[in-house]
């Protein structure tokens, strides 16, 4: 008997969306994020904190690490198999 064991590669894309309004912008995803893609805005929220925004949209893999540690939960990742 002969077992085949296929591995698959799945490709992931990603987004986020950003309560700018909860956003402090404490900068601690903006290390976190292995692909570079977010970055703090140069515009403030009217609380006067710089806030979170997607800097290279298209990198975006999904990867979750951005939520994962903002302190605010004010990051939501949205991602889709491509």
């Not at 806030?51 to 903002?70: E, F, I, K």
């Amino acid at each position: 008997m002969k077992i085949v064991i296929k591995s698959f590669i799945m490709a992931l894309k990603g987004a986020i969306a950003v309560n700018t309004e909860r956003c402090k912008g404490c900068g601690v995803c903006v290390v976190q994020c292995p692909t570079g893609v977010i970055a703090l805005n140069k515009n403030v929220n009217t609380k006067g904190y710089n806030y979170l925004y997607m800097a290279n949209p298209v990198a975006c893999t999904g990867c979750t690490n951005c939520a994962t540690v903002c302190p605010d939960a004010c990051i939501t990742v949205y991602r889709v198999k491509i």
